[in-house]
Structure formats: structure tokens, C-alpha cells
């Protein structure tokens, strides 16, 4: 990949620098104008306002940043600050396990979740709460739509039966 072309994401430019691949900025949020500036600040891109974008400005733009070689050197050089690999896999591994072994077990680390009930979990009380509340209103709304069944049966029996003068006929 030659450039990548992101609206600012924190996420985006970690993964940016991470692989040494420059930026052209188009930061949406104002907000994510900061996380770009920052990478910007050390040559690793360039940011464009998304406002005021015209065509060739654009295409410039992310000729440049794809082209030459200072974005993609900035960038290299950011990410050889950042990933720099303290232990191998099978290091971290065993320096976690001492970890635990030194602490007792590492209570502090377990999830608050480890030992409830399937019911908290599940958080089975809340879903009987609106269970009930929902037969409840089904209930009630059943019972005033009969109500106004029967009323309006009433009315139609009671119309038909006083229309006319010859009922027998």
C-alpha cells in the first residue's frame, strides 16, 4: 500500500504506523484533526480540510504522499519509535504465568463476572420485570378492545333490529 486515505480514526492511524504506510488526512470530526496533526507534525502525510476540497488539490495530494519517499521514510521512522517488540510471544507468556504464580492466582485481574449465578448473568430478573409488564399491557389491551367489540355489536343489534316496519315479512 502506498497511502492510506482516513478520516483521523485512532485506530486507523494505529494501524497506519504500525505497518509504515503514510496518511493523507480528511478529518470529518474536529476532534480526529488533532490525532492527524500529530502525525502530520513529523512528516508521515499530509491533512486536507474535507470543506474545501477541490479535484486537483486531491489528486496532488495524494500523489505526493503516495510517490515520495520522505512520507513513507517519516512514517517507517514513526513506527520504529512505536513497535519495538519487548519480548518475543513465548516471553510474555512465561513473564504473565510468573506473574500469576508471584501474585497468588491474580484475583485483581479476573473478570467481576467470574462466579455469579447463570441468573445474574443473564440478568433473568430484569427480563421476568418486563415479561410481566408486557402481559400486563397485553392484558389490558385485549380486554378494552373486547369491550369495544362488544359495544359496537350492541349498537349494530340493536340498529338492525329497530330498522323497518315489517319485520316479519
Same mark, same amino acid.
Given at each position: 500500500?502506498? $497511502?492510506? =486515505? /482516513?478520516?483521523? %480514526? *485512532?485506530?486507523?492511524?494505529? &494501524?497506519?504506523? !504500525?505497518?509504515?504506510?503514510?496518511? +493523507? ?11 492527524? $496533526?500529530? =502525525? /502530520?507534525?513529523? %512528516? *508521515?502525510?499530509?491533512?486536507? &480540510?474535507?470543506? !474545501?476540497?477541490?479535484?486537483?488539490? +486531491? ?47 491474580a484475583r485483581h485481574l479476573h473478570s467481576p463476572t467470574v462466579g455469579i449465578s447463570l441468573s445474574k448473568y443473564f440478568s433473568y430478573d430484569i427480563i ?42
Amino acid at each position: 500500500m502506498k $497511502a492510506f =486515505i /482516513t478520516s483521523g %480514526g *485512532a485506530r486507523s492511524l494505529e &494501524e497506519a504506523v !504500525f505497518y509504515g504506510v503514510p496518511i +493523507v488526512g480528511l478529518p470529518i470530526v474536529s476532534s480526529r484533526k488533532v490525532f492527524i $496533526a500529530q =502525525i /502530520t507534525k513529523y %512528516g *508521515a502525510g499530509e491533512i486536507m &480540510e474535507p470543506n !474545501f476540497l477541490k479535484k486537483e488539490t +486531491v489528486i496532488k495530494t495524494v500523489t505526493a504522499v503516495a510517490t515520495q519517499e520522505k512520507y513513507k521514510n517519516s512514517m517507517v521512522r514513526l513506527a520504529q519509535w512505536t513497535n519495538h517488540p519487548v519480548a518475543t510471544g513465548a516471553q510474555q507468556a512465561l513473564w504473565w504465568t510468573e506473574y500469576v504464580l508471584r501474585h497468588g492466582g491474580a484475583r485483581h485481574l479476573h473478570s467481576p463476572t467470574v462466579g455469579i449465578s447463570l441468573s445474574k448473568y443473564f440478568s433473568y430478573d430484569i427480563i421476568l420485570i418486563f415479561f410481566i409488564i408486557g402481559f400486563i399491557a397485553f392484558q389490558v389491551a385485549f380486554r378494552i378492545l373486547r369491550a369495544v367489540i362488544t359495544q359496537i355489536r350492541k349498537k349494530l343489534r340493536s340498529h338492525k333490529e329497530s330498522e323497518g316496519k315489517f319485520k316479519a315479512l
